[in-house]
């Protein structure tokens, strides 16, 4: 090998070195959806994330004053959809939420509502939910608006006085067939 040749490889491979520090290092390029699930995936969580939990909601959310609209609109789905593991002042399959919008972040609760899996799995609180339960959280068909709306009224109950078992939301509606497999 020559010592043009070798000199130009070393050349090579200091400019890919530098280059790849310089990417890494120093471009500000938004992590992009697939290396923040590598990220979760490794237990890797922001300081951010810790509080406000991990899903679809990365960024503080503003809030206006509790909508009772929504909040109305939240009740209803609260009562198909959530009343089967929850109510508000009793344990059921999962914890009493009563207070849970004075407990946790905005944020916190919306990733609970569109990402429990994940929440059940990768969140330090999450899990340890889930070990206390023995069970993971599960449902289906929220959207973004709905789990604005749950949240509005989960706000709206939040600072209420506990009723008893035959007031709670959805009174009634059987729990679900044990699914836990959490280990
Ligand atoms: C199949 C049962 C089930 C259903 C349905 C369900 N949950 Fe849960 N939920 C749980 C369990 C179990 C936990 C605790 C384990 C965990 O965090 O995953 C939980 C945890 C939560 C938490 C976190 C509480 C805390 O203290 O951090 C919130 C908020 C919540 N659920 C809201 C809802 C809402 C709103 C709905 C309806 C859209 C709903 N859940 C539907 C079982 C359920």
Redesign the pocket.
């Known amino acids: 090998m020559t010592l043009g040749r070798t000199l130009s490889k070393v050349l090579l491979a200091a400019c890919l070195l530098i280059g790849s520090l310089w990417m890494s290092g120093c471009s500000s390029t938004p992590e992009t959806d697939a290396e923040r699930q590598a990220r979760w995936q490794q237990g890797n969580l922001t300081s951010w994330e810790i509080q406000h939990g991990i899903g679809p909601v990365v960024e503080d959310i503003k809030l206006a004053a509790v909508d009772n609209a929504l909040a109305e609109r939240g009740k209803a789905?609260?009562v198909q959809?959530?009343?089967?593991?929850?109510y508000l002042d009793m344990k059921?399959?999962?914890?009493p939420?009563r207070d849970?919008a004075k407990?946790?972040s905005p944020e916190?609760?919306m990733n609970?509502?569109l990402n429990?899996e994940q929440?059940?799995k990768m969140h330090p609180?999450?899990r340890?939910?889930?070990a206390?339960?023995?069970?993971?959280?599960?449902?289906q068909g929220?959207t973004r608006d709905?789990?604005l709306e749950?949240?509005d009224?989960?706000r709206s109950e939040a600072g209420n006085p506990a009723v008893p078992m035959e007031q709670q939301p959805g009174f009634g509606t059987p729990?679900?067939p044990p699914?836990a497999d959490?280990k």
């Open positions: 789905i609260f959809k959530c009343a089967t593991c929850h059921k399959t999962g914890p939420l849970v407990r946790r916190y609760v609970q509502i429990p929440m059940g609180d999450g340890q939910l889930v206390q339960y023995a069970q993971f959280m599960t449902i929220i709905n789990a749950l949240l009224f989960l729990p679900p699914t959490a």
